[in-house]
């Protein structure tokens, strides 16, 4: 039975952790898939890490820690490497916060891309609904898509969202990109881009829900995040490609 490897990166969101993670698990995904949960926490504090081990401890999930806040990309790496580990070809990996920001409800329509229509990659794109009309998400809106014009310009993909958590990758994919990935933080979304850029993969999109939080709802990318992004994006341009330890991927593993 192939397997939806869902991985949570995890750092003081114990207020919303449980409602996530149950989402998670009671996702409708497609006939004859079940999923796989692993959540990294990222040296939160005792509390928070306390809350989140008894929590997957409850539900059956699989519970990993940095012993010291590393970043979000870390936490995700940290993830993906405990996730190639027991994932066989035919699995799919996909990256899920753990704040509500996002609705797992969504796995279903991601994962058609792949198992419908042969993709290999897929990214959520949250600006193909219906706008915010408020001012805050209207410059959310633009300072994403600035960042992604640049990203798609530099890296040749043709995506909308960049920045969108929601990624999803067969497991050869993953295992071909996972040398490159160095990015501790924020930065990981352009890095991940630019190595699925390097490889020739054509990446689907699906529409997906998003309901952001505030920074006084503990919102925690900040303005020195999309300075990074820009940073990452322009330096992994010219990045030699023997460097990363990217492969290529056999015929079998491109897409259709």
Known sequence: MPTLHVVVPFYEESGTLDACLRRVITAALPAGWSADVTLVNDGSSSSASDAARRICADIGIRFLEHPRNRGKGAAI???????????????????????????????????????????????????????????????????????????NTLSGLHVHDMECCYKLFRTPVLRAIMPALTEDRFGIEPQIAAALGRLGVQVAEASVRYDPRSFAEGKKIRAKDGIRALWVIARERFRRVESTGVRTLSTAERPL
């Open 77 to 151: 790496r940290t993830g993906f490497a405990s996730v190639l580990e027991r994932a066989t070809d035919d699995d799919v990996i996909i990256i899920q916060d753990a704040d509500l920001e996002y609705d797992p409800a969504d796995y279903m329509t991601l994962m058609q891309a792949i198992v419908r229509d042969g993709a290999v990659a897929v990214f959520g794109n949250r600006w193909g609904r219906s706008a915010d009309p408020r001012l805050q998400r209207r410059v959310h809106r633009w300072m994403n898509r600035a960042l992604t014009i640049t990203s």
